[in-house]
């Protein structure tokens, strides 16, 4: 049996500082810092990869998006699956699947491939990041629960802090491809351990039917609309087919609204949003990540194609969006809880906005003009600087409120509807904003900076100005304790402290 071995804790028992904590920590950290590891340098290599593959704009989006379209639809019945055949059964598999995945990535012979592998990538994401914390949730003692998950957020944070250096220096040093293949030791590593050591637990009172087709109409109109709006940005795309993909990406979302307020089991229960401080949160959460996709992917391209950083140093250069999340994210959610989230909801947004504004003055260097350490200091750093102090500000109260605001039987499902419309969104934007500030293969990413960082600019001031709807009287954050959140997603669990979801697998559930 998959999880099967000898020796080991049962689940709900792992106490903090034992063997069988030390080997729970090590497989979900190593399995899920794979994935965001991933996440993180594929950016750094988009130029490298763009020159190898002869491929435009268009093609280097879908390397980005293909990864979240999968990932995106497949989150919220992951989750379900775990809950009903086994969190660690399928862990496992979420891993082989990523390896596999990624091999294919790693000896792709052309664009079409290194997408479908980017496909499958996603499909395996979407099995293992939330598994591992639903493993944690559910192997742990209920005392040492909050220290795991805290622990875990801020091992992965270090992965994903790791990330842009690791990818950089595999492209400047060897290729593009070397980003995928490491995944390949690591995911061995963590299928050894997973077998032999973790414990397996599953919901006793999961429902007995899944929502396919929920997952299948999700994972439709997620791919239509993005080959739309991709496409629409491509040189001498076909029209018919553009408006076709765009027709069918927008029935099958319907179909799947529809789909999900008559089915007796959704993936995703729909009477969550009734509540106006959930919904109003949630948009909020769409528009403060709709910027950040598209803000990482423009910006390692921008400083590589146009102010001629090496790739460590264009990985490098976002990095202390990272290390003001890990300093200031507790404090930041600490803060809400004594005030509300309100104010920050709302100063958080404008200070993303503010750095958008700050990059959106960046243009072309002077030629002949390399690109040095005072260059960075004068012209990226303050506008990065900004934006990490906003994400500081605005991510772990965001996440607390989304959870406060929804009832307590659905505080898991909260936390991974908020999670996919992150991923989503920045799914979305990566794809539409190129197109709307006009870098296309006529004209590149240098005269298309700017406007799509104004863009990213008002989807700052949008959300903050959103976030004035919500009412401090009716909703604290609940007890929020120093964490790191992924700038690539809000956490997939509750965050550690709450009171929501307690028992197995509520965070997946």
């Known amino acids: 049996m998959i999880g099967g071995g000898t020796g080991r804790v049962a689940a709900g028992e792992v106490a903090w500082g034992t063997p069988a904590a030390r080997w729970i920590m090590t497989a979900t950290v190593l399995g899920s810092g794979m994935a965001f590891l991933d996440s993180t340098v594929v950016n750094v290599a988009l130029p490298d990869i763009s020159a190898d593959l002869d491929t435009g704009m268009s093609g280097l989006q879908w390397i980005v998006n293909g990864y979240m379209i999968t990932l995106s639809a497949l989150i919220l019945l992951s989750g379900s699956l775990g809950d009903r055949f086994g969190r660690v059964r399928l862990f496992i598999l979420g891993v082989a699947w990523f390896a596999v995945a990624s091999a294919l990535c790693t000896v792709a012979p052309d664009l079409s491939w290194l997408v479908a592998g980017r496909l499958l990538q996603g499909v395996g994401g979407a099995m293992l990041t939330p598994g591992s914390l639903a493993i944690i949730q559910a192997g742990f003692r209920k005392e040492d629960r909050a220290r795991a998950i805290g622990a875990w957020s801020g091992l992965t944070g270090v992965a994903a802090a790791a990330g842009p250096f690791v990818g950089g220096w595999l492209v400047d040093t060897g290729s593009w491809r070397l980003i995928f293949l490491i995944n390949l030791p690591l995911a061995v590593v963590v299928l050894f351990i997973a077998w032999r050591h973790l414990p397996e637990s599953r919901d006793t009172e999961a429902p007995e039917r899944l929502d396919h087709r929920g997952a299948v109409l999700g994972v439709?109109?997620?791919?239509?609309?993005?080959?739309?709006?991709?496409?629409?940005?491509?040189?001498?795309?076909?029209?018919?087919?553009?408006?076709?993909s765009a027709v069918i990406g927008v029935a099958a979302l319907v179909a799947f609204v529809v789909a999900e307020r008559r089915s007796p089991h959704p993936m995703l229960p729909l009477d969550i949003f009734s509540s106006v401080r959930f919904s109003v949160t949630n948009a909020v959460t769409v528009l403060v990540y709709g910027a950040l996709g598209p803000l990482f992917f423009l910006l390692v391209i921008y400083l590589q194609e146009v102010r001629g950083y090496s790739a460590v140093a264009a990985g490098a250069a976002a990095l202390p969006i990272t290390v003001l999340m890990l300093v200031l994210s507790g404090q930041s959610g600490r803060l809400s809880e004594r005030i509300g989230p309100r104010p920050q909801l709302t100063v958080g947004p404008l200070l993303v906005a503010a750095g958008t504004l700050l990059l959106a003055r960046l243009g072309a260097p002077e030629p002949g003009q390399e690109a040095t350490l005072g260059d960075y200091?004068?012209?990226?750093?303050?506008?990065?600087?900004?934006?990490?102090?906003?994400?500081?500000?605005?991510?772990?109260?965001?996440?607390?409120?989304?959870?406060?605001s929804a009832p307590e039987r659905h505080a898991g499902v909260a936390s991974g509807v908020n999670n996919t419309l992150a991923r989503g969104a920045q799914l979305i934007g990566v794809a539409a904003v190129p197109v709307l500030a006009g870098i296309t293969g006529a004209r590149g990413i240098a005269a298309g900076f700017g406007p799509a960082m104004l863009i990213l600019t008002g989807l700052g001031v949008a959300a903050s100005v959103l976030a004035l709807f919500l009412r401090d009287h009716e909703v604290r954050a609940r007890a929020f304790r120093r964490t790191f959140c992924d700038v690539s997603g809000p956490p997939l669990s509750r965050c550690p402290g709450s009171t929501a979801g307690e028992g197995p697998g509520a965070a997946d559930r």
Do not use: E, K, R
């Open 377 to 404: 200091t004068a012209a990226v750093l303050p506008g990065v600087v900004l934006v990490g102090l906003g994400l500081s500000t605005v991510v772990a109260p965001l996440t607390a409120t989304v959870l406060a």
């Open 220 to 244: 439709v109109g997620l791919a239509g609309i993005t080959y739309a709006l991709i496409q629409s940005g491509a040189p001498q795309a076909p029209v018919a087919g553009i408006a076709a």
